[in-house]
């Protein structure tokens, strides 16, 4: 997505050679027009595989998935909690996830009562980087029985290898930019 690559280089900026900050518009402050592009662009990538509900991870990959629900005409958006509230008394779908951003081990939980076997999932976040979260919110969809319609990013940052671990799942992915590299303060798109 061309537009998303011409907001990353004018809005973002790399922090040494690993990490992208983009929160200007995507995972701290929301443009919400431009979500709403990135929504459509998603529903396009994935057209036709009628998702029943979108799946993603707390908390930044939750705005991406909710104008991407809207695109597909205002299904639901389940997202995994990265810690369990003391209101979360049913029974869960769970999986270990690692976060590469805040250096953590988590978790992540999804209510069984919000997915199963019926339900066609799509998920959608932010970034894909090592693959962690993907993996976890892959192993959820299994879990559920559901079927695993697809793999949307925002931003894939290719030379972390998380989106060679998703395709080798067998899952497919559509990445909207896909950073090859970061070099010198300068970030490469394939």
């Known amino acids: 997505m061309q537009a998303l690559k011409e907001r990353i280089v004018q809005d973002g900026f790399a922090l040494g050679t690993e990490i992208v900050k983009v929160d200007s518009f995507l995972n701290h402050q929301i443009d919400v027009a431009f979500l709403q592009e990135i929504g459509r662009e998603f529903k396009a990538r994935f057209s036709g595989l009628q998702p029943t509900k979108i799946l993603t991870m707390e908390a930044s990959g939750i705005a991406v998935a909710a104008f991407t629900a809207m695109a597909f005409g205002n299904i639901p958006v389940v997202f995994a909690k990265k ?31 919000y997915l199963g076997p019926q339900d066609r999932i799509l998920i959608i976040d932010d970034f894909l980087a090592h693959g962690e979260a993907g993996m976890g919110l892959i192993s959820l969809v299994e879990q559920a029985g559901a079927e695993l319609l697809g793999f949307g990013a925002v931003i894939e940052k290719a030379f972390q290898g998380g989106g060679r671990r998703i395709r080798q799942s067998g899952c497919r992915l559509e990445s909207l930019a896909v950073i090859e590299k970061i070099e010198n303060g300068t970030i490469h798109f394939l």
């Open 83 to 113: 810690a369990a509230p003391n209101t979360m008394t049913e029974d869960v779908y769970a999986a270990e996830v690692k976060s590469f951003t805040k250096g953590t081990v988590s978790l992540a939980r999804v209510a069984k009562k």
